[in-house]
């Protein structure tokens, strides 16, 4: 049984700065990958960023913007979020491919999701 819970969101001004965490817990064996995900109202859910073993991807919309950072130890995923714009607006989502370390079943868990506005 794996659990993701986000925290740091927020209502911030544009060219503000926010910073996201997500923790994962319960019974992992290994984390293969983790990322954030948004999804804005009528619009689909993107991916934001996401960090592997040894590489990172970020959407074009945010490169130079976010940047996505892990703490292998604890099982935690960090998006800082600086310049925000009101485009940044939407729910974020924390994302993680783990291994089960009851079933040693591969298995995409989520978040229930963070809400971050950027308004003035």
């Known amino acids: 049984q794996v659990q993701l819970v986000e925290s740091g969101g927020g209502l911030v001004q544009p060219g503000g700065s926010l910073r996201l965490s997500c923790a994962a817990s319960?019974?992992?064996?290994?984390?293969?990958?983790m990322g954030w995900y948004r999804q804005a109202p009528g619009k689909q859910r993107e991916l934001v960023a996401a960090?592997?073993?040894?590489?990172?991807n970020y959407a074009d919309s945010v490169k130079g913007r976010f940047a996505i950072s892990r703490d292998y130890a604890k099982n935690l995923v960090y998006l800082q979020m600086n310049r925000l714009q009101a485009e940044d607006t939407a729910v974020y989502y924390c994302?993680?491919?783990?291994?089960?370390?009851?079933?040693?079943?591969?298995?995409?868990?989520w978040g229930q999701g963070t809400q971050v506005t950027v308004s003035s």
């Open positions: 960090s592997g073993s040894g590489n990172t």
């Open positions: 994302n993680a491919d783990i291994t089960d370390s009851s079933s040693m079943s591969r298995y995409d868990y």
């Open positions: 319960g019974s992992i064996l290994r984390i293969n990958a």
